[in-house]
């Protein structure tokens, strides 16, 4: 498809088990977001890619996160020993010409994460 | 550091009245703006964005901005509601200080339209 692809589109697990969650973005976006939407909250920033840069790992809340971007396409979002705080929506954007201001960011459908 | 808020966590309107959704802004420079919507377990969509320029921006689905650089908001509106517009809407700001790498969002406005 056109758009940003994320997988799974829902994920239960049990607390303390890892998880990996993909985002395909769209063909041709040099940059990549990831977020995190908690129940009644807006979006917090977690890590941006931005072609072969060193990404932007500021958002990252824990040790436990971490994110890859292959090839300067799809990423995976790597949350290790699950925590129940870690249940959220995690949503993946990219966007043309990198960061460029006026660009808006395109977003996937995102994975709705549940920690039992 | 750049801030959005949206102080309403809420807005009821009746179908074909029109609605405003309240935003906010805090930078350092000169702001680049933004508005999202989200429908029920989706991502969220791009409705319309002001760079510069005229200070009423016209975006997707009949909805518009205003852009107030002294009340530094950036309100969004449309002239007559749908029931299909009720959906969770968030505003959006990046910072020409920030080094462009990130948007900041409010904590989103629900929209609710009634028939």
């Known amino acids: 498809g056109a758009g940003v692809s994320q997988s799974p589109s829902n994920k239960v697990t049990e607390k303390g088990k890892d998880v990996e969650l993909r985002c395909d973005p769209i063909s041709g976006h040099t940059a990549l977001y990831w977020y995190r939407q908690s129940l009644g909250q807006g979006l917090e920033f977690l890590i941006y890619f931005q072609g072969n840069s060193a990404p932007d790992k500021s958002g990252l809340p824990s040790d436990r996160f971490s994110a890859e971007r292959t090839g300067g396409s799809v990423s995976t979002l790597t949350i290790q020993r699950t925590q129940q705080e870690d249940s959220a929506v995690y949503l993946c954007?990219?966007?043309?010409?990198?960061?460029?201001?006026?660009?808006?960011?395109?977003f996937g459908d995102g994975t709705r994460l549940s920690i039992l | 550091a750049q801030s959005v808020a949206q102080p309403e966590d809420q807005v009821n309107v009746a179908e074909g009245n029109p609605l405003t959704v309240k935003c906010t802004y805090s930078v350092s420079g000169n702001p680049y703006l933004f508005w999202y919507v989200q429908y029920p377990n989706r991502g969220l969509q791009f409705l319309l964005k002001y760079i510069t320029g005229d200070n009423l921006v016209k975006g997707s689905y009949g909805f518009e901005a205003e852009f107030n650089k002294s009340q530094t908001s950036f309100h969004l509106k449309k002239p007559s509601a749908l029931v299909s517009d009720s959906a969770l809407y968030f505003c959006a700001v990046r910072d020409i200080g920030s080094g462009y790498s990130t948007l900041t969002f409010g904590k989103g406005t629900m929209l609710l339209v009634s028939p």
């Open positions: 954007a990219s966007s043309f010409l990198g960061a460029a201001p006026n660009q808006p960011q395109h």
